[in-house]
């Protein structure tokens, strides 16, 4: 059995797959994106909603440890750059947005009220799917934001279908599916890309490469592990991104956008990037030592990373640290918010079930 080999750092900010060898070389290609220029009050916000996932995602955890949250629920922490580039270029409410079962960030970055999350987490009437979804099943429908789904894979087929509904509809909207390393080697994925690429529909395919499903590293399980390149054969174009710096992924979320609002069709993104708590919350993560971890802490931390352009931007540390207390807050008031609100009474158990009646 071999050994799991350590996730191999990325070396570029962003890196386009090279035309694959037989391609049609007169094709168009996306452009390799350069760092999203932001300004203070954009790298202000990213500071903001970056920090608001990780403080709700250490306040998850802690509830998860008290008993209020039931069932699964998996962190996002460490990978908070992904989320809040690529949805800061997105508009709410036209661009649709489908995810795993790791869904807390995205919904946050989407500027959903936390308050609602939370109810959701500890299965409050309150919460986001009025308690009946959980951590792993959540949905708002007025956001477009399609959740939240446990099997590995599935969303993207259901994004490739958003994708068409947009195409159908006329909305110029573009749906932005996610998807992680170990979902990228299911089979529906493929079936899913073939039919995007052949009707051309306005999807972006966002790998967040974490480098790990559950226990299993990419390098062990993929005999392609520069995931960027699975479009290739469906003439899919990918670009590779460090998904720990929001400059980074936001400039290529912009790349891709552009592709596809010209038409082009699906463009697939690998964002490379890590998490630093287990899989789920029952995870203790023996497959992987703790200075791998505390390596990637200290060199690639994405809100460490944005700090760092804040500062450069002129921004105080006493500036910061008020942000930092203001989202403190935020995030106690939604625990308080979720453990005061009510259950949903027990005759709900029978409604939301069927969409309609047979
Ligand atoms: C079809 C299916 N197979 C297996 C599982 C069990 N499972 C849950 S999460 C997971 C790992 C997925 O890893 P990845 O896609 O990298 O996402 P990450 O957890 O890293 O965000 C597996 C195998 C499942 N939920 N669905
Ligand atoms: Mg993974």
Redesign the pocket.
Known sequence: MAKPTTPRASTAKAKAAAPAAGADHNRPRPQTPTDYKASKEELLEFYRQMVLIRRFEEKAGQLYGLGLIGGFC?LYIGQEAVAVGIQSALVPGKDSVIT???DHGHMLAYGIDPNLIMAELTGREAGISRGKGGSMHMFSVEHKFFGGH?????QVSLGAGLGFAHKYNGDGGVCVAY??????N?GQVYESFNMAELWKLPIIFVI?N?Q???GTSVNRASSEDQLYRRGESFRIPGLQVDGMDVLAVRGAIEEALKWVHDGNGPILLEMKTY?YRG?SMSDPAKYRSREEVQAMRDKSDPIEGVKKYLIEAGVSEEDIKGIDQAIRKTVAEAADFAESSPEPELHELYTDVLVEQY
Not at 150 to 154: E, L, N, Q, S
Not at 179 to 184: K, L, M, Y
């Open positions: 998996h795993g079962y790791r446990g099997i590995v894979g599935a998807f992680g390393d170990g979902a990228a299911q967040e974490n790990y499903a559950m998490r899989h």
